[in-house]
């Protein structure tokens, strides 16, 4: 693509370096800020530095907070001897609008991928660690995407985890709320008929 | 979407301000910037206001150009006799790949179109009439969308132009090259009948 102005043919570089936005989308959202009032350019603009620059992650949970300790930590209702492992902030949303999780949370900041050139050490995973040898957690639910990469943090974790005296479990794969049986893949079925649950208790969980 | 940081939020919301990107893709891009090194979302920022405070149109032509007047403007080998309306610089962009067109053009900013509020007064169309009355320009080729608001200010813009000498001229419709005759819609197909060329002519365009 070539532009008529280095300033424009800048911005839309910027732009497409998102992921997901490609070169024609990256012009649009940029000629879209052009047609709108100064302010919003600047509103997004120092929005996006103030964040990067001010940004704080809890030193309990590593989510990302405005406060030192992050409000779910800090809350004295919540049951501390649970950690549920996720990957980022969405997976931390994600589960707090289920409204079934009281315990709290460790946000690992991403998977093991070799692929993506991401090791162990790039993640949470050593404070973690600390934390359930230091005492307090007795359950840890680890909550990562089913996928190679959540599986092998998954199994990493696991076995560091070796030797000391906490409960692992993951949370269940089976078939989603409102699925055709027909339509399933035939892993997820197979999991789901091995980790079948008493009745009484789905009818409870409804 | 509640969120365990203003900051956060407040970036998510700025982003989600742009079209196309709703509440979730915006916190996606969010943290991806949060995960690269700083100068991604500086060099991101700055490229925006910059663009913004900086911005240049043609005098000319209105589209967004470096210089006072834009290169085309300014190319003495350019046929300055023939001028060709458009919407924005993304238009002037796609005409130019073609290598078909040796003319000038003149960017309008946008498409009458009283859904969104804009009117004629909103749009470079006085500039435009007040060059065709001042000479020169023997030839207007009006290549805007074929919708209705295209339509519509494609014929503002004829009307303007009642008593002027100045041909004026659209872009062709027609069954695009490498389309199926059986998937063209209806008018497509009529107009392409109506218009039809002299096959000689066809043959010289490819």
Known sequence: MEFSSKLLQNAVYEMSQLPGIGKRTA??????????????????????????????????????????????????????????????????MAIENTSQYNGLYHVLGGKISPMEGVGPQDLNIAPLIKKVKDGTIKELILALSSTMEGDTTNFYIYKQL????????????????????????????????????????????N
Chains 1, 2 share one sequence.
């Open 162 to 205: 070796e030797g000391t005296e906490v409960t692992t479990s993951t949370i269940a794969r089976g078939i989603s709320v409102g699925d055709e049986l027909e339509y399933a893949d035939e892993v997820t079925l197979g999991r789901s008929i091995i980790n079948r649950v008493p009745f009484e208790s789905s009818i409870k969980a």
């Open 27 to 92: 012009l649009r959202l940029v000629l879209h800020l052009l047609k709108q009032p100064e302010e919003r350019t600047e509103l997004l603009a120092h929005a996006l530095l103030k964040l990067k620059s001010e940004v704080n992650f809890c030193k309990n949970c590593h989510n990302i907070s405005d406060t030192e300790v992050c409000e779910i930590c800090a809350n004295p209702k919540r049951d501390e001897t649970m950690v549920c492992v996720v990957e980022d902030i969405r997976d931390v």
